[in-house]
């Protein structure tokens, strides 16, 4: 297996639940790609290789699967005790945006 040097990237300390099963990957910053973090292999993977299991961050109600949002759906996101920062950490951000 080829080995790639990963040592100039910045690992990430989220404050989020440790996942069921965290395979050969690692959670970075400083990404050439995308919003600039993520997850990426810390080894070369096989096809089919599992890589991460968590658990959902909100559950949704079960009278409203299968169907449109309604007040019953804005009430569940009220009332999520920290829905906000729990999704603050998967919109990407940049310090330094281009302008054309």
């Keep these: 297996q080829e080995t790639v040097d990963l ?3 910045r690992y990430l300390k989220l404050d ?3 996942p069921a099963y965290l395979g ?4 970075v910053a400083d990404l050439e790609v995308g ?3 993520g997850y990426i292999a ?6 089919g290789t599992l890589v991460l299991v968590e ?5 949704w109600p079960d009278e409203q699967l299968g169907c449109k949002l309604d007040l019953v759906s804005v009430k569940v996101l009220f ?3 920290n829905l906000v920062k729990d999704m603050e950490d998967f919109h990407p951000t ?4 281009d302008h054309n």
């Design 16 to 18: 989020w639940p440790p």
């Design 55 to 59: 658990e959902p961050a909100m559950k």
């Design 79 to 81: 009332d999520h005790p």
């Design 35 to 37: 919003g600039g973090r």
């Design 94 to 97: 940049k310090v330094n945006v």
């Design 42 to 47: 810390s080894r070369a993977l096989e096809p």
């Design 24 to 27: 050969p990957i690692l959670l």
């Design 7 to 9: 040592s100039h990237l």
